[in-house]
């Protein structure tokens, strides 16, 4: 079965520091991974994506994503973090052949303070 | 840009009661599904359609209709509503099969079933 973990339930992390959101997956095939965001009360909005090629992606607002295939992992980052950072993340895969559904993390919330 | 749109953005209902989740899409997108959205399991797919006419159940369908009498709409119907779809109900869009492609998603309808 596919699955996406995101081992972390909370990130903490002060204003301006890098911070990381930890991802792994298991996806067979060449997969698709995406990292979405979501603010209270509203929907996911998408930040980034990773299809192929060049395994650093960047993405909104300053992140950027490492895909690593031996590690099977797609952690999130950012170099410097700002208090409007704060809001759940989503870390979600899906296989590249056909059609194929999504499979979502859990999320993690992330928590910057001034 | 309207997006996602979808309608009511709460609702409280007694058990046993039915009603209808509204989602409207102005992208001319072919890809339409519903999710519910619980602490702790990320987003998990209720049904959807992959263009006018078609649907298909996802991970958890029990209690749940769908139709898609038109590429902009995808209506999500609860029968006899019970305290377990006590939920968030997200509706996403994209443009079509192709695994590649973001979602984009509403902005969530809040229902309680007391």
């Known amino acids: 079965a596919q699955s996406v973990a995101q081992p972390e339930d909370q990130v903490n992390v002060a204003e301006g520091n890098p911070l990381t959101v930890k991802c792994t997956y298991s996806?067979?095939?060449?997969?698709?991974l995406f990292w979405y965001v979501q603010y209270p009360n509203r929907g996911l909005q998408f930040l980034l994506k990773?299809?192929?090629?060049?395994?650093l992606v960047k993405g909104s607002y300053g992140f950027e994503a490492e895909f690593n295939k031996s590690q099977t992992s797609f952690h999130l980052k950012k170099p410097s973090a700002l208090v409007s950072d704060s809001a759940l993340y989503f870390c979600?895969?899906?296989?590249?052949?056909?059609?194929?559904?999504?499979?979502f993390g859990t999320g993690t919330r992330l928590l910057v303070s001034p | 840009n309207a997006g996602v749109t979808q309608t009511p953005k709460f609702q409280v209902l007694k058990t046993g009661q039915s009603m209808t989740l509204q989602c409207a899409q102005d992208m001319n997108h072919e890809y339409m599904s519903w999710y519910r959205q619980d602490p702790g399991m990320g987003l998990r797919l209720i049904h959807y359609s992959v263009g006018a006419g078609i649907t298909d159940q996802g991970e958890v369908p029990n209690g749940y209709n769908v139709s898609r009498s038109t590429t902009e709409d995808f209506p999500l119907r609860l029968l006899s509503a019970a305290p377990s779809q006590t939920s968030v109900y997200f509706c996403?869009?994209?443009?079509?099969?192709?695994?590649?492609?973001?979602?984009?998603f509403g902005d969530g309808t809040r229902l309680s079933i007391l």
């Open positions: 996403a869009s994209s443009p079509g099969q192709r695994a590649n492609q973001p979602q984009h």
């Open positions: 979600v895969g899906r296989r590249n052949t056909g059609f194929q559904k999504l499979v």
């Open positions: 990773y299809i192929t090629g060049d395994n």
């Open positions: 996806v067979s095939g060449n997969p698709y």
